[in-house]
């Protein structure tokens, strides 16, 4: 039961231009998410946060966005650099309900120089 | 600061073998979870350790075990080797443990394993 999705396994967008990475999500209990990036050969890194109490949350390129009533969230990064090629994870979690952290299956993002 | 660390990096092993991981958490963190990571599946988490105590489990066969000791540092271990079990196996440390505030996971790089 894959309570995070992500839909689409890879992505390619122009350097420059702004790229959009999507997640679900079924578990309405869920309250808090994040995004991670992962470069091959390297551990997942904390990229950005939201709350639930929140519909956007931003810092520098990256701009989170939540649609509670569909269940749905979405990373922008504008503009796109070559060095955000990358595979991006979101997760999403219960912040105080003892629960672990449930993970997508990853988008696979290439910037195109 | 260290960050997480995870040794080894890389191991071949043929089926029926086990096999033991390490994880050395960030100094101070108390809190380590494991995560497997294949192709098309994404991160599954396996098991998270707090004071030496295990707070959740994830839907894994009991070949997947894991300790943790007074230091914080770690170990999983997963015996009987299937071809399956290959994949990256991730870490990550924590303050706090999983569900208890608002906190970020440290991933180490990861130990790679390849069941033959």
């Known amino acids: 039961d894959q309570q995070v999705k992500q839909n689409s396994p890879s992505l390619s967008v122009q350097e420059g231009r702004i790229s959009i990475l999507n997640c679900d999500y079924t578990n309405s209990m869920f309250d808090y998410f994040l995004w991670y990036k992962k470069y091959p050969a390297e551990g997942p890194t904390f990229l950005i946060s939201i709350s639930s109490i929140k519909d956007k949350n931003e810092d520098g390129r990256f701009t989170v966005f939540l649609n509670k009533s569909a269940k749905h969230l979405s990373l922008h990064i504008v503009p796109s650099q070559p060095g955000d090629s990358a595979v991006y994870f979101c997760a999403a979690t219960r912040v105080f309900g003892n629960e672990k952290l449930t993970f997508g299956t990853g988008t696979r993002l290439t910037i195109i120089p | 600061k260290a960050g997480v660390t995870q040794t080894p990096r890389y191991l071949i092993k043929t089926r029926g073998q086990q096999v033991t991981l390490s994880c050395s958490p960030i100094s101070g963190h108390r809190s380590v979870s494991w995560y497997q990571q294949t192709p098309g599946q994404g991160l599954q988490f396996l098991f998270e350790y707090f004071s030496e105590t295990q707070r959740n489990k994830g839907n894994f066969p009991g070949r997947f075990s894991g300790r943790q000791f007074s230091n914080s540092r770690s170990e999983m271990n997963v015996s009987t080797l299937e071809l399956g079990d290959s994949a990256l196996y991730l870490c990550?440390?924590?303050?706090?443990?999983?569900?208890?505030?608002?906190?970020?996971?440290?991933f180490g790089a990861g130990s790679r394993l390849t069941v033959l």
């Open positions: 990550a440390s924590s303050p706090v443990p999983l569900g208890t505030g608002a906190n970020v996971l440290t």
